[in-house]
């Protein structure tokens, strides 16, 4: 419960800003490209941490890296509302708020690697992800009502920023690393999870050897296919739906999708947990046929989507769309933990790093499209191509025996 609300805050903090942005461009007179630097400028700072904090989390364990991830971004978000009216400055703080944010994944994965056995690895690990959507639709869902209620755009980021700050307090007395450093564990609990895990002993760091293996290249392709299309909606989503009529006081709708995210995407770890456990259905199929589910539907959502401009429909086709997208989930993204569980951190790491890739470059290039064109169509086309690449590349090279031992 604690992580899940750990990650609630960190998406929400991280996308809070799609809503505020819609205000701050018009007090600031930004345009589209400039818009797309500001979405775009979190992603640097979440890039450059990625690996470090796979390395960290091994060495030093969840508790300490993430505890200072959380103390870290909650500040800058704070600080976001405080220093917007210079456009450089509030660049370089979001790329602060990325740079926190970007060790919480590999934190994740290694702590589900390290307290999670292989019979209930999809449904916990998925759970605990869940959250993420849970933040994003929280993200979009109360800044609208923070806005109304408090001091403008601004105080999305003193609410978010400033229960960030007090929830560490939380986080430091409930969160263990390792079901070795909880104090309140039993040791028959700790005898179940490591009979059904490899040896706890701490690995070293195989980078070159990562990157010579079809199957990682499996899971970073479809990382970088899967974060194309979801960095889009997490960033554009509320814009776009402005553009097709969606009043201010009506974005609180843009929560749907992602609240349709979390339930769908725990959908798929219970599924994928019987599938392995009761069916015996080998697990390379369990997770390419999850990926399939999931990057089918991206593909047709934001192929549907540039030929609608009615906004009942576009949001029905966005929250069916991202609903089962979500069953990523319990393809590619568990699918570290299936190749090398002791090496869980830095696989999420290195995968992140190029997944994150789309969250700079594909604003960026969002924004200009815009620009130039005025239209989403191109931007839409470009993501569903991701996804079926993605989908594609999965299917032939993805792997779930352990690989790195």
């Known amino acids: 419960l604690v992580i899940l609300v750990t990650l609630f805050i960190c998406y929400a903090d991280r996308t809070n800003i799609s809503v505020a942005i819609v205000h701050m461009t ?9 818009q797309g630097i500001v979405l775009s400028s979190f992603f640097y700072g979440y890039a450059a941490s990625q690996i470090p904090g796979g390395i960290l989390v091994t060495k030093y364990g969840t508790k300490q890296i993430l505890g200072t991830a959380i103390i870290g971004w ?37 702590l589900s690697a390290d307290w999670f056995p292989i019979q209930e690895r999809s449904r916990t690990t998925v759970f605990m992800y869940s959250a993420g959507y849970l933040g994003v639709a929280g993200g979009y869902g109360l800044s609208p009502l923070i806005m109304r209620s408090f001091f403008g755009w601004r105080a999305i980021f003193f609410v978010f920023g400033g229960a960030g700050l007090l929830w560490f307090i939380v986080f430091y007395f409930f969160v263990f690393s390792t079901p070795e450093d909880h104090p309140r564990i039993s040791e028959k609990e700790i005898i179940h999870i490591r009979n059904n895990l490899p040896s706890p002993d701490k690995p070293r760091i195989l980078f070159l050897r ?20 979801y960095y889009f909606l997490l960033s554009w989503l509320a814009i776009y739906l402005k553009s097709i009529g969606v009043k201010d006081n009506q974005l609180i709708v843009t929560c749907l999708p992602f609240l349709s ?38 593909a047709i959502l934001f192929w549907l989507l540039q030929s609608v401009k009615d906004i009942p429909l576009a949001l029905l086709i966005t929250t069916i769309g991202i609903g089962l997208n979500s069953f990523a989930q319990s393809g590619f993204m568990v699918n570290h933990i299936d190749i090398g569980r002791r090496y869980a951190g830095q696989l999420m790491g290195i995968t992140n790093v190029v997944g994150t890739i789309p969250g700079f470059l594909g604003n960026l290039l969002t924004g200009f499209i815009l620009q130039q064109t005025g239209s989403y169509d191109i931007a839409f086309y470009l993501c569903s191509a991701m996804y079926t690449g993605g989908l594609l590349f999965f299917t032939v090279f993805a792997k779930a025996e352990t690989i790195f031992e």
């Open 210 to 229: 990562f990157l010579s293996k079809p199957a990682m290249w499996a899971i970073i392709v479809a990382h970088f296919a899967q974060n194309y299309g």
């Open 26 to 34: 018009s007090d600031y007179n930004w345009n589209a490209t400039r």
């Open 261 to 298: 995210a979390f339930i769908f995407s725990n959908i798929s770890g219970w599924i994928s947990d019987a599938l392995y456990n009761k069916a015996k259905i080998p697990l390379v199929y369990i997770r390419k046929s999850m990926n399939g589910v999931s990057f089918l539907s991206g």
């Open 74 to 110: 909650s500040l800058m978000t704070v600080l976001t509302g405080l220093v917007a009216r210079s456009f450089p400055t509030l660049v370089t703080v979001r790329i602060l708020v990325g740079l926190f944010e970007g060790v919480v994944i590999p934190c994740i994965h290694q």
